[in-house]
């Protein structure tokens, strides 16, 4: 099932060492992936140096072409590609196959996008001179995607570097390999030709610090960390590369008394605990307005308390494993501190010891305050920490003392109100009565130490574009 081996110029290959891949629902090793280094991360730049100049000559159309051969081949095997990421990721099936959707998503549009990038022709100031613009492609990407995941973070830089004509290095999560190595394979079986992608899997840091170091990378794509992504940040200023940031976020969720109740219960429960609290854009604090807070707790403890926790293979689980240990010791230090600060959890918590992997109940806790920890570090776990507030002016600023502004949420059935709050939030993406707004043909991306570009729409093909100007003397 699982592919154990490297991308480079079309080639699989091995590697000395290995790593080994365990199954955070049962921690046994499923597979393992070479330990590549420097030598690797250089030789995948070669292969996609190499490949470049015949990639980015072909039209957008011939580019598009070989993209939808591969959607469809994707589409094809949503469901093995679905088991992989469940066995190595810990999300529920379900899931799993959802992301794929997600994940193949970008590849049809942006197919169609590449089609779409346009110049300019500038009126010259000077009779006997003609001025345009026109757009090409940036060149080898180095692309780094974490763990939570594993197919969409890749498909969300590749789509759209393919369709403008780059070629791609890639160093997926050494937690979660095989999704992208497969979403490799399929690539090359769709013809895609060698060396346009290439999969190094190892130690990040030094395969980092290669293409960091190499004057052909002419841009960093990361998804992960803002610690990670400072560290590159830092790094990229060597050779002057373009850099795209995804980072960490912080997403407050605001509830007025003039929300819909039952799509304020269901919005958050969906936004906190899809892929158990462990993406970017999951809610990690509520603000609910003092006169329907108890109402409103009530009914999200209850709903939470209904979540069936367990191994994302089995039918009908809405919350697997967390993905390590730390992970799991993270969201139990937040529950204590904020107990230890005067948080009332009303439900959830525990542990699961009686199961093998990282499984904790998801909780709720009410009477939370500003200075507790899960109300400033990203929680990136099911833990849901209710606060009030009285003034919508008082939620807004609160909810915008954050150094994250990735994405925010605000339910409410009054139209003033959520422009307001819609208009003077501090986040990337806003979601107003709505959970899950990300999707292809929008512009993902954050504010502040949320990141840098944005990933999605149009605008995240010209992460890929470099703009030239033409000037004709006649
Ligand atoms: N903004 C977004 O779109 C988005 C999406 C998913 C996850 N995230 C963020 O990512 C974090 C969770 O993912 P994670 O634990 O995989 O993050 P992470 O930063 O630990 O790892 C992300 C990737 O970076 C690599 N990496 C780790 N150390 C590195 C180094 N020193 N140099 C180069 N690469 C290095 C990892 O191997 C992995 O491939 C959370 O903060 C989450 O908010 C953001
Ligand atoms: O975790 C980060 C992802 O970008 C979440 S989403 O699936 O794109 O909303």
Known sequence: MYIQKMYINGEWKESGEVLEVRNPAT?????????????????????????????????????????????????????????????????????????????????????????????????ASSPNKRIWVQKQPVGVIAAITPWNFPASMI?????????????????????????????????GKAGIPAGVINVVTGDAAPIAEAWQRDERVRKISFTGSTAVGKKLMQGAAETVKKISLELGGHAPFIVTANADLDKAVDGLIASKFRNGGQ?????????????????????????????????????????????????????????EDAKAKGGQVLTGGEVLHEAKGYFIKPAVIMNATDEMECMIEETFGPLAPITTFRTLEEAVERANHSPYGLAAYVFTEQIKEALYVAETLEYGIVGVNDPLPSTAQAPFGGFKQSGLGREGGHFGIEEYLEIKYISLGL
């Open 27 to 123: 921690l046994e090793v499923i597979g393992s992936i070479p330990k590549g280094g420097a030598e690797e991360a250089s030789a995948a730049v070669d292969a996609a140096y190499q490949a470049l100049k015949a990639w980015s000559a072909m039209t957008a159309n011939e580019r598009g072409a070989l993209m939808m051969k591969w959607h469809t081949l994707i589409d094809e095997h949503t469901q093995e590609l679905a088991k992989i990421m469940t066995t190595e990721q810990g999300k529920p099936l379900k899931e799993a196959a959802g992301e794929i959707a997600y994940a193949n998503s970008f590849i049809s549009w942006y197919a169609e996008e590449g089609k779409r990038v346009y110049g300019q022709t500038i009126p």
């Open 155 to 187: 498909t969300r830089k590749v789509a759209p570097a393919l369709a403008a004509g780059c070629t791609v290095v890639l160093k997926p999560s050494e937690e979660t390999p095989f999704t992208a190595l497969k979403l490799a394979d399929l690539a």
């Open 279 to 335: 993406t970017c854009v999951c809610t990690n604090r509520v603000y609910v307005e003092e006169s329907i807070a108890d109402a409103f707790s009530q009914r999200v403890a209850q709903r939470t308390s209904d979540l069936k926790v367990g191994n994302g293979m089995d039918e009908g689980v809405d919350i697997g494993p967390l993905i390590n240990a730390k992970a799991v010791e993270k969201v139990q230090r937040q529950i």
